[in-house]
């Protein structure tokens, strides 16, 4: 399964022509539903070997296309922190724990071509 056309990527990733999507579709909508359990919850966003281990979700790629796909915007913190904003459906606008220092990311990633 593939998306056509010019997305944009805030931080330092390049900009993505035409992003291939590895894996099943399955994969992408189990990160997703995850994500947003824990956003809905107040949760610390899920690290990634988190996603391995206990959802058997190879987690690194998939946030990243859930990001391409306009489907989340992830925002790095320091000491290992996401926080993961749900940016459509039911719950647009949820997000998981925010940093206990109040910091501001060092980078944030989202699709700027979607319109939400």
């Not at 809905?40 to 988190?50: E, F, I, K, N, S």
């Not at 915007?73 to 940093?99: D, F, P």
Request: proline share 7%; glycine share 8%.
């Amino acid at each position: 399964m593939s998306i056509k056309g010019d997305i944009s990527i805030s931080g330092n990733r390049p900009p993505l022509k035409e992003p291939v999507l590895v894996g099943s579709p399955v994969t992408y909508l189990r990160m997703f539903q995850v994500l947003i359990d824990a956003a809905v919850a107040g949760d610390r966003c899920p690290m990634l070997q988190q996603m391995v281990d206990i959802h058997k979700i190879p987690g690194g790629y998939a946030v990243n296309r859930l990001v391409d796909l306009g489907w989340i915007k992830s925002e790095i913190y320091m000491h290992n922190w996401r926080v993961v904003e749900i940016m459509v459906g039911e719950h647009k606008g949820a997000r998981t724990q925010e940093h206990p220092d109040k910091r501001r990311p060092y980078k944030t990633f989202f699709n700027s071509n979607i319109q939400l």
